[in-house]
């Protein structure tokens, strides 16, 4: 009874509220779609950078197939390869702070996944974070990939009380 005592003017305040409601409703979702697709996007472009550097993708199959053999040694430091390797690792150091922050969800994470694991089981990379690490110590710097390490030895890829030791029976010393 009361919608039909209304007046022409309150039925159209009334279809002008649902409508506007309507219309907030749907910019709503658009925005999230936008929001979506761009973050799709940052992902995209995340697994581009490694990927379409012909350089960091050599660098990553020699870690792939290195297996128990070493490719860190003396001679690491003197190519090129380590500039490489240090764009490398800080590319996958941001993909685990993103994920601790909870800014890549963990879908997007499992598109990084495989290569971290790749890259902390493997002894080169072992090798190389274990000299890394102490060299940043004696020259009192931080080391560069803390997330990448603290990965690796809470999930049981090295051997954390070797690791603490400046002259490992496990880790050879090259630095």
Not at 47 to 57: A, C, Q, T
Not at 59 to 73: A, D, Q
Request: one cysteine or more; hydrophobic letters at 40%; aromatic letters at 18%.
């Amino acid at each position: 009874m009361v919608l039909l005592s209304l007046s022409v003017a309150e039925y159209t305040q009334i279809v002008s509220v649902i409508i506007a409601f309507v219309v907030c409703i749907f910019t709503c979702v658009q925005i999230w779609k936008k929001i979506e697709m761009s973050h799709a996007e940052q992902v995209a472009k995340m697994l581009d950078k490694v990927w379409s550097n012909p350089e960091m993708v050599d660098l990553f199959y020699k870690i792939e197939y290195s297996g128990l053999t070493s490719w860190y040694n003396k001679d690491f430091h003197k190519k090129e390869t380590e500039k490489t390797m240090d764009e490398f690792l800080c590319h996958y150091e941001y993909v685990l702070l993103l994920r601790k922050r909870r800014l890549l969800r963990k879908g997007e994470y499992r598109f990084f996944e495989y290569y971290i694991l790749r890259i902390v089981r493997n002894r080169g990379m072992q090798e190389y974070f274990y000299n890394l690490y102490h060299f940043c110590k004696s020259a009192k710097n931080k080391f560069p990939y803390p997330k990448l390490l603290k990965y690796m030895k809470n999930n049981g890829f090295m051997d954390v009380d070797e690791f603490e030791k400046r002259n490992s029976m496990v880790y050879k010393k090259v630095l």
